[in-house]
């Protein structure tokens, strides 16, 4: 009897485990590249160093920025236009309106986008929201805020919609935990700007910084 004990124990560690790869929260060594549905974003060294060859669908990517006017916006741009000529988008709680003939310049026909302008203590729910709706391509998210649990639920939320989702946050947070599947740093340093991969599920990321553009 403790054989047989011991051996549905085993089985059941064995579900547990099969669950978890299947659900992404523990990745099988050498196909991470299968997890996600990738979203190349442009830039050919960050899709190069990251193993979805672009930003992952069905997760959540979190930028973490020096200061506003880094291009952190900018090197979304070309994932999104790619994404919004079948998908819409939506773009929660930004810190300035929303400029449209920059939008139409970049790519982005102002049909497949909504301007959600909630307050920012309600940002992150209505981002979830977005993400958990399913109907949508992707949503961005202006947050301040350290809230690990609603991170988390941003995370699952974009699971559940198979969306694309990313959150803009102070670089302030980059020593925080964080359940983003990817982690992206964009700060100055001698006059440009510095992409730097912080976390990238499934794989390590790279020491070295990304360059990512010049600053004026």
Known sequence: MQGHGVRRHGVHEADCLQQ???????????RARQAHDGLASGNPALDAALPWNGFPRGALTELLVGA???????????????LAVREH????????????????RAGLPLARLAWIDAPAERALWAAEQ??????????????????????????????????FGFVFRPARHAANPSPAA????????????????????????????LLHARTH
């Open 130 to 163: 977005c993400l958990r709706a399913g109907c949508l391509g992707a949503a961005l998210v202006w947050s301040t805020g350290g809230d690990e649990r609603a991170l988390r639920r941003l995370q699952v939320a974009a699971e559940d919609g198979g969306s």
């Open 89 to 104: 988008i939506a773009l929660v709680s930004p810190p300035y309106i929303p400029y449209a003939p920059a939008l139409v």
């Open 182 to 209: 990817l982690r992206l740093l964009i700060d100055a340093d001698a006059g440009a700007t510095r992409l730097r991969v912080l976390k990238c599920r499934g794989t390590q990321p790279p020491t070295a910084p």
């Open 20 to 30: 978890a790869l299947h659900d992404g929260s523990v990745f099988r060594g050498g």
């Open 68 to 82: 506003d006017g880094l291009g952190e916006l900018s090197l979304l741009m070309p994932a999104l236009a790619r």
